[in-house]
């Protein structure tokens, strides 16, 4: 099994930086896909970046304005890490953070379905 545990959340003033970490335990991630998903209150969980392994292909998603150019997942496969940059946050980018390792080959990133393990998450709060 895959435990991961996100931190890094907090409260941050609109155009503030965070940068989110997720750390696994149990196994290493080096062939694993990683996800970053975000749930508002009251809302679906939805997908926001993954990012197949260091140095490999990266993915965002668009929840009306696009996180890429704001956002960026990066992983350090050796210190079992994954990490997700955020920049210039918006105070819709409020939710609570999860990340997910995805340990099937040949399925698509968007989706949480597809994401075998699951951190607790961790509460992003961005003030007006």
């Known amino acids: 099994q895959v435990q991961l545990v996100e931190s890094g959340g907090g409260l941050v003033q609109a155009g503030g930086s965070l940068r989110l970490s997720c750390a696994a335990s149990?196994?290493?991630?080096?062939?694993?896909?990683m996800g970053w998903f975000r749930q508002a209150a009251g809302k679906e969980r939805e997908f926001v970046a993954a990012?197949?392994?260091?140095?490999?292909?990266?993915?965002?998603?668009d929840y009306g304005e696009p996180v890429q150019g704001r956002f960026t997942i990066s992983r350090d496969d050796a210190k079992n890490m994954v990490y997700l940059q955020m920049n210039s946050l918006k105070p819709e980018d409020t939710a609570i953070y999860y990340c997910?390792?995805?340990?099937?080959?040949?399925?698509?990133?968007?989706?949480?379905?597809?994401?075998?393990?699951w951190g607790q998450g961790t509460q992003v709060t961005v003030s007006s």
């Open positions: 997910a390792a995805q340990t099937r080959r040949g399925v698509g990133v968007t989706t949480g379905l597809n994401y075998d393990y």
């Open positions: 990012a197949r392994w260091s140095g490999g292909s990266t993915y965002y998603g």
């Open positions: 149990g196994r290493t991630l080096s062939r694993y896909t």
